[in-house]
C-alpha cells in the first residue's frame, strides 16, 4: 500500500510538472502591472493545458464577428470528462423536464453540477480574461481536499474569452499606450463589432453572432445551473459588488432561482470574510427588473444567473487615499461605516490589476465549492423547476400564444419565432386549421404553448412590462431601473401574437427550423427592402407609386409603372462614426448591414464642401450636438488618476468633433439637396443650429436621465410606446396607422411655423406622433401629457433637401423591427428620383 501510494504521489508530481505555469507561457504572471495578454496569448495557453492535462477539453464552439474561434474549456476529474456526453444528457433530461420525478431523483444523485464562468465580455473590463489562465491552472493543478472535491462532482465551463476582438482592439491599444500621457485613454472605437457595451444587452435578441454561439451553448446543449458573469464597474469605493441584486423584482423569475442567487451571493460574502477582503457590496444598482443581459437571461431559463462588478483601472496601478473616496454610494449608504450590505468598508490604498484578480478567484471558488457541496440540489432544482413550469403552464392561463399565418410583416414574424427558438422556446405548428378562444386560425399558424420549461422566459417577453414604481419614502422619486423599463418582443417587432387563455385542441407538429420567407415585394413586410437592394444590383428599374406599392419594371403592368411616384436607386449613404465609441453608431452600421445597404463611414476631418457628389443620405445616430461638434477634447482629462500622477487624456489623433466647418459643410449638403437623418439626440444639432422651425418639449438633458421632476416632466427610461403614424407619407411607406416606438429618454416637438409660412423650401410635416392617449404600452412613462399628441418623426424642409427627425431611436439594439421600415423609407427616397 505504500508502494502504491508512493507511485501515486509521484504520477501527480509529474502531471502537476507537466503542466505550465502561466509566467512560463505568457513571459509575466497575468496580473503584473502594465502588461495585458491578447486573444492568442490565452488561447494558446489553454491550448497548452489541454496537451499537457487529461482534466482540460477544449473545445470550439463558434467564431466571433471577425473570424476568431471561440472556445470552452472543460475542467473537471479525467473521468468525468471522458463521460461528457452522458453528462450533458442527464442534465438536458432534467433541465427541460423530460424526466419522471423517480428519474429526476436517480439522474440528480448521477449527474454532476455544471458551472459556467466566462470572461472578458466588456473587453475594457481587463481583469476576468487576465484571471482566466490563473483559474484554470488552480483548477488543474490544485490539490487541496476542496479542489478534488470540486473536479470529482462539477464539470466546469470556463469560457477564456466571450469577446475575442474586443480583448485584442483593447490590449493591443492599451500596450501602445501604456508609459505615455495616454495610457488610460479610452478605446475610440467599440469594443465589440456593432455593439460595443451593448453585446450585455444582446440576449434575448440574438443579433450578434456571440452572443448566437453561447446562447446555443447555454440554453440548447448544457444548460448549466450556474451561469457566472464577470464584470468591473462597481461603485466607488467598493471593490466587487456580488449578489443579492437590488431592487425591483421581476415577477416572472421563478422564486426558488432569486433565492438561490441570494444564496450563492451569501457564499461568496462569508469566502470573502474569511480570507479578509474588505469592500464587498450588494444590494446596490444592479436589479432583478431587466431581461436581456447574460446574467438575467439564465434567470428565466431556471438557471442562477450571477453577475459581480469588480473594481478595475486596466493594467495600471493606482493609490487612493482616503479623502480620495466619495462619503455615500449613490443610494446614500455610508461607505466608511459598515452596513448590512457593506460590511467591511475599503480603507484605500493600493489597487492593481492583481488584486482585482485575486477577488475574482474567491468568487470562483466560492462559487464552485457551493457547487461541488451540492451538486444533486442543482441538478434535482432544474428538474423541479422545469416541471413546475409545465404543469403550471397545463393549468393556468394563458395556455398558449398563438403567432397567426397571415402578418402585417411576416418576415418580421419568422425572425421573432427565430430567435425565440435558438433561446430554447419550443415553437409549434399547425398542420390544420383549428380553432382557440373563439377565434379561426388557419394552417401554418405558430403555437407557443405556456406548458413548457422556460414558461417563465416566454411570458416575460409577451407580455407588457409594469415596471414598479419603488419610492424612497411616501413621496420620495420613484427608483430608476437598471438598464430600461419595458422590452415585449412582439411589440418591438411589430408582430400579432393572440394570447389565449383556455385550452384548445390542433393538429400539430414541431418543426425542426423555422426558415425565412422569400423576401417579398410587399412594402408591409421588412424584406421588401432586401428584394429591392437585389433587384437593384441586377440592374432592375424598381419603382413606387404614390401609395408606396412596389413596382419591378417586367413584373408590374405598364400603365402602373408610368403612374409611379418614385424610381428607386441604389442608395449613396453616409453614416458619422465620432471617435467616441458611439455603441448607437454600432446599432445603425448593423441595420444597414442587415439590409444590404452599402455606406460610408464618416469620421470628423470628412465633413467637408463637396458631400453632395458622394452622398444623398448622411445618418446621424443618437449623439448630443456637444459631442458632435467638439468630441473629446484635446488636453481635457478623462479620467483622473491619483493625485500627482499624469492625468488620462485620449490621443490628439481621436480628439475634436466635426466643428463649425463641418457643421457649414453638413448644413450645404442639405440646402444642395441632400437628406439629413438623425436619431433621438443628434436632432438637436439641426434643430438648433440650422436652425429649423420646431420647438422642443422635451429638455434636451432630460435624455441622460433627468427625473421625473425635472421641468420637462417627461421621463422615460427604456420604455415601448404607443404612436401614431400618418401612412399617407411616403416615410411611412409600409406602416400601419398604429405602431409602437422605443423611447430611452426621446424627443418631442412642436411645429412653429405659421400655416401661410408652412410651405416649399420651408415645408415641415409631422409624420409620427406620440399617440394623444394610452401612451405607454410597456415599462414606464412619467409626465405623459408633455408628449402626448407631439411631434416624434418629423421631416423638414431646408433649402433644395430635407432633414428627417426621429425623436427616438428607431434601430434601438436592432431590436425594434416594426420601426424600421421608417428609416429604410427615408434612405430610399433620399435616392430616388421624383416622378410625378
Partial sequence: MRKLALLASLYCSLALAAVPEPKQHFGFTPGDDYQLADYQDVISYFQKLEQSSDRLKLVPFGKSALGKTMYVAFISDPANLAALDHYREINRKLALGLATPEEAQRLAAEGKAIVWIDSGLHASEVAPVQQAPLLAYRMLTGETEEVRKIRRNVILMQIPVINPDGLDWVAHWYRANVHTPYELAPLPSLYQKYAGHDNNRDYFMLNLEETRNVTRLLFQEWFPHIVYNQHQAPPSPARIFIPPYAEPLNPNIPAPIMEGINLIGASMKE???????????????????????????????????ILTETAGNLATPRAYKLSDLPERFGNGI????????????????????????????????????????????????????????????????????????????????????????????????????????????????????????????????????????????????????????????????????????????ASLDTPPDIPLPEPSLDHRDNSSFLAIIDLLKKGAKVRWSADGAVLVEGRAPNAAMEKAAYELHTPRVALYEPYTANIDTGWTQWLLDYFKIPYTLL?????????????????????????????????????????GEVPAQQRPEYTGGINISGLAALEEFVQAGGTLITFDSASGLPVQFFPLPLTPRIRASSSAGDSPDTPSGFYSPGSILRMTVDTTHPLAFGMPKDAFLFSSGGQAWDINLLPEFNQGSREVKTVVSYAATNLLASGWLSGERQVAGKSALVEARHGKGRVVLFGFRPQFRGQTFGAFKLILNAIYLASATRLQ
Avoid at 470574510?273 to 432583478?288: C, I, M, N, Q, T
Avoid at 386549421?433 to 401554418?444: I, N, R, V
Avoid at 445618418?619 to 450636438?625: D, E, I, T, V
Fill in 271 to 305: 469566502r470573502f470574510a474569511r480570507e479578509h477582503k474588505p469592500g464587498v457590496l450588494s444590494y446596490w444598482g444592479f436589479d432583478g427588473w431587466w431581461n436581456g443581459g447574460l446574467r438575467s437571461v439564465p434567470a428565466f431559463h431556471n438557471m442562477h444567473g
Fill in 603 to 643: 469620421h470628423n476631418r470628412d465633413f467637408r464642401p463637396g458631400l453632395n457628389t458622394r452622398f444623398d443620405a448622411i445618418l446621424l445616430a443618437s449623439q448630443s450636438p456637444d459631442s458632435i461638434l467638439h468630441g473629446v477634447r484635446q488636453g481635457v482629462s478623462l479620467a483622473g488618476r491619483a493625485p
Fill in 334 to 505: 455610508p461607505t466608511r461605516e459598515p452596513s448590512i450590505f457593506y460590511q467591511r468598508p475599503w480603507p484605500g490604498g493600493r489597487w492593481t490589476l492583481r488584486d482585482a484578480i485575486d477577488y475574482m478567484l474567491t468568487a470562483d471558488f466560492a462559487i464552485l465549492e457551493l457547487a461541488s457541496n451540492r451538486a444533486p440540489h442543482f441538478l434535482y432544482k432544474a428538474w423541479d423547476l422545469a416541471h413546475a413550469n409545465i404543469e403550471l403552464g397545463a393549468k393556468s392561463s394563458p395556455y398558449a400564444y398563438i403567432v397567426p399565418a397571415a402578418q402585417w410583416d411576416r418576415w418580421s414574424a419568422m425572425e421573432m419565432l427565430r430567435r425565440l427558438r435558438m433561446s430554447g422556446i419550443v415553437v409549434e405548428r399547425a398542420k390544420t386549421p383549428f380553432e382557440a378562444d373563439g377565434k379561426q386560425y388557419p394552417a401554418g399558424s405558430y403555437i407557443l404553448p405556456a406548458a413548457q420549461p422556460f414558461r417563465a422566459y416566454l411570458v416575460d417577453l409577451m407580455e407588457p412590462q409594469k415596471y414598479p414604481e419603488i419610492k424612497t419614502g411616501q413621496s420620495g422619486p420613484t427608483k430608476r431601473p437598471y438598464d430600461v423599463a419595458g422590452w415585449t418582443l412582439r411589440m418591438l417587432m411589430g408582430v400579432q401574437v393572440d394570447r389565449i387563455e383556455d385550452r384548445f385542441n
